[in-house]
């Protein structure tokens, strides 16, 4: 069935007390608005339409950034969640399929429940997300009449029966376009908020003879994010969620609870995670490579029986092949270390190729900027660069060469060649003991005269 989405991300979020637009906190590095449009992605979209309002322009600009097919709409003042659908009306004009409608601010929609209620689609008109609430507090309330959904009830206007239902509304709805369209065309704005309410449409369906109906799924899966408190809940949520289903598909934890995880990590099975790891975006590792303890990861691959710190930093572009070696205080980025290669102790490896099994010695940097331009640094396979070599780029040292420890290197170095860049050492005999003599016998003047 052909899908199109609409997610609503205008509210201010005034709550939050931030300049941040709500959408756009973070929950496992990425915004929330991000978690919504991907759970959507899942159904293969034709059109994604982010309706935008505090912050449009950030908004847009993460939306797009996610996926720059997505459309954004603007709608200028926040009149409801019917008036706010309304928006999408003109992007999805041509569009004969099923809308399905999410909130930027509820990122944890399952793409399975989202799966469910495209199915629930085929066969009623109007297919509602719900969920029993432990507590439903001000959620909307959903009206059944035997399996039917007869119509929801905002908190503000329900009576004290209808406030006893547990079955909440999530917010999220499945529609035919037009249809939808069509429905809110109808809605007005008499009820105690003087707002266009998007769940009026389920009365509205039901007067004209159509059906309508709810699917459910967890609580947890609805949850949506209102304030600070709140963020930190699900930023929690998620976290343990997310170690639960690596633990689950045979990651090896030794303290699940102190290691962060984003959105989008991938880890293989019996791979290792020491304590204290944190991951950014981006980041895949393989099956049975190791993550020491404090190493804190983003936009990097770490391959098969590669290990990683303790203390290591993989910053975007790093590549890490077969049992490559990045120890403690290195930092890593834009730089492929081969299968074999060892950069294990206070390094900075940038805009780098290291060749297999090369070694790279401790205080090795990568001088791969000159102020304006990156530069980039070619490490041959089986070379040994000695302890605090500077690599001024663009340089290119040749596959088994080495370079002498200190040395500054400016020029390529030929492969199998020994480079020596550094001043040559000079000793003065006896020189030492008497400049500790001189620099006595001053301090000494010193204390005598004060
Ligand atoms: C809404 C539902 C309620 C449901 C609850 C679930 C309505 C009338 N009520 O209530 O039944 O239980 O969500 O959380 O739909 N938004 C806009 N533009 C607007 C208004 C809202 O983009 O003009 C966005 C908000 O940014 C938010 C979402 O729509 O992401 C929901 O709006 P909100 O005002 O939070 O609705 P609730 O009162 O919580
Ligand atoms: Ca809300």
Known sequence: MK????????????????????????IATEPMLVHAMAAGATLDPEHTVVVAGHGAGQVGAVARGYDETATVVVQEEQLGTAHAV????????????TAIVLYGDTPFVSPDTLERMMGAAEGSDVVVLGFDARDPGRYGRLVLDGNELERIVEYKDATEAERAITLCNSGVVACKASLLFDLIAGVGNDNASR???????????????????????AEAETLGVNSRAQLAEAEAAFQARARAALIENGVAFQ???????????VIGRDTRIEPNVVFGPGVTVESGATIRAFSHLEGCHVSRGAVVGPYARLRPGAELSENARVGNFVEIKNAVISEGAKVNHLSYIGDAFVGASANIGAGTITCNYDGVMKHHTHIGAHSFI???????????????AMTGSGSVI?????????ALARAPQVEKAGMARKLMEMLRAKKAKQQRSS
Do not use: W
Not at 8 to 17: P, V
Not at 255 to 265: C, E, G, N
Not at 410 to 417: F, G, K, L, N, Q
């Open 3 to 26: 899908t199109s989405l609409i997610i609503l991300a205008a509210g201010k979020g005034t709550r939050m007390n931030s300049d941040l637009p709500k959408v756009l906190h973070p």
């Open 255 to 265: 303290a699940p609870d102190t290691v962060f995880l984003a959105r989008d990590t």
């Open 86 to 97: 309304d928006q999408a009306r003109a992007a999805l004009k041509d569009f004969d399929g």
């Open 195 to 217: 707002e266009y309410y998007l769940t009026d449409i389920v009365a509205l369906a039901r007067s004209r003879g159509l059906s309508a109906t709810a699917v459910t799924c």
């Open 386 to 400: 000695g302890s605090n070599t500077m690599l001024v780029a663009p340089v290119h040292i040749g596959d088994g």
């Open 410 to 418: 400016t020029s390529d170095v030929d492969e199998d060649a020994l």
